[in-house]
């Protein structure tokens, strides 16, 4: 599966953004997604994930109650809402696909098996 991210940017502390990611190639529903972000010289971290229904979210408790993950399977695509964003939150945002139905090992990047290409965003404060 191809994963496209877009909507990063440069905001505010105390803003908000809205990263999308599109996918295409495979059924997308088969597929829980994740997103991750990597800051410059730190390791990728975990942020958030949605099972493949959509009914199951997750998140790394940085972001727990100021972003929200959600998909349409629809459109084959996962966004990414984030909102009172801090500059701490500065960092390249990628989203990643993970095949199959368990949800088990979501926080970790080597469940995934796509990743998109990343999308910055810039927290200035």
């Known amino acids: 599966v191809q994963l496209q991210a877009s909507g990063g940017g440069l905001v505010q502390a105390g803003g908000s953004l809205r990263l999308s990611c599109a996918a295409s190639g495979r059924t997308f529903s088969n597929y829980a997604m994740g997103w991750f972000r990597q800051a410059p010289g730190k390791e990728r971290e975990f942020v958030a994930a949605i099972s493949w229904s959509g009914g199951t979210t997750y998140y790394d408790d940085s972001v727990k109650g100021r972003f929200t993950i959600s998909r349409d399977n629809a459109k084959n695509t996962v966004y990414l809402q984030m909102n009172s964003l801090k500059p701490e939150d500065t960092a390249v945002y990628y989203c990643?696909?993970?095949?199959?139905?368990?949800?088990?090992?979501?926080?970790?990047?080597?469940?995934?098996?796509?990743w998109g290409q990343g999308t910055l965003v810039t927290v200035s404060s």
């Open positions: 990643a696909a993970a095949q199959g139905y368990n949800d088990y090992g979501l926080y970790s990047s080597k469940k995934y098996d796509y």
